[in-house]
T-cell receptor, first 110, second 114 residues
Framework: RKEVEQDPGPFNVPEGATVAFNCTYS??????FFWYRQDCRKEPKLLMS???SGNEDGRFTAQLNRASQYISLLIRDSKLSDSATYLC???????????FGRGTSLIVHP | DVKVTQSSRYLVKRTGEKVFLECVQD?????MFWYRQDPGLGLRLIYF???????EKGDIPEGYSVSREKKERFSLILESASTNQTSMYLC?????????????FGPGTRLTVT
């Protein structure tokens, strides 16, 4: 079983739609969680950290479910510019090294 | 703003050549990482360093070595380049584990070995 699993997609949605991605992790000692965004042929960039109580940044909402060991990313009112690959990142407490999922591809069309 | 720079965006080398990829960060980060990214395989860790002159192997260190003589600089060396090392190479840095762990990436070096 992979440590961090994501549906690769692609998720193909129209502008204005709401879309949600999930990411499951296998290690219950995981303590830090992040969503990164990667545009085609560019480097990953931090989108947002995921906090235990859930957090929101504009149109983006991240949630953590420790009991079921998954995190989610909700994007409301999708824009064309949201088209990218979204990487889930999980880190075990005390470790230097985060574990990356392989990413979920999102395509927003007019 | 955190800035991570890599010495080249695109590089073409011949089989058997020695290749140096350099990475510099300006945020006084303790940790530095080298990854390669290939379609369908995601990011794979080659080596990381948590301090000057310290290095640890990642998941795929074979065929690579690293050097960290200064805190801000982390070099990846391909001792004898092979065609299966054609890939996108990404450098990243982060603060020490106790101070959070979000990584900041450089723009990447797309290496082609012919």
């Amino acid at each position: 079983r992979k440590e961090v699993e994501q549906d690769p997609g692609p998720f193909n949605v129209p502008e204005g739609a709401t879309v949600a991605f999930n990411c499951t992790y296998s290690n219950s000692a995981s303590q830090s969680f992040f969503w990164y965004r990667q545009d085609c042929r560019k480097e990953p960039k931090l989108l947002m950290s995921v906090y235990s109580s859930g957090n929101e940044d504009g149109r983006f909402t991240a949630q953590l479910n420790r009991a079921s060991q998954y995190i989610s990313l909700l994007i409301r009112d999708s824009k064309l510019s949201d088209s990218a690959t979204y990487l889930c990142v999980v880190k075990i407490g005390g470790s230097y090294i985060p574990t990356f999922g392989r990413g979920t591809s999102l395509i927003v069309h007019p | 703003d955190v800035k991570v720079t890599q010495s080249s965006r695109y590089l073409v080398k011949r089989t058997g050549e020695k290749v140096f990829l350099e990475c510099v960060q300006d945020m006084d980060h303790e940790n530095m990482f080298w990854y390669r990214q290939d379609p369908g395989l995601g990011l794979r860790l080659i080596y990381f360093s948590y301090d000057v002159k310290m290095k640890e192997k990642g998941d795929i260190p074979e065929g690579y070595s690293v050097s960290r003589e200064k805190k801000e600089r982390f070099s990846l060396i391909l001792e004898s380049a092979s065609t299966n090392q054609t890939s996108m190479y990404l450098c990243a840095s982060s603060f020490h584990r106790d101070r959070g762990s979000e990584q900041y990436f450089g723009p990447g070096t797309r290496l082609t070995v012919t």
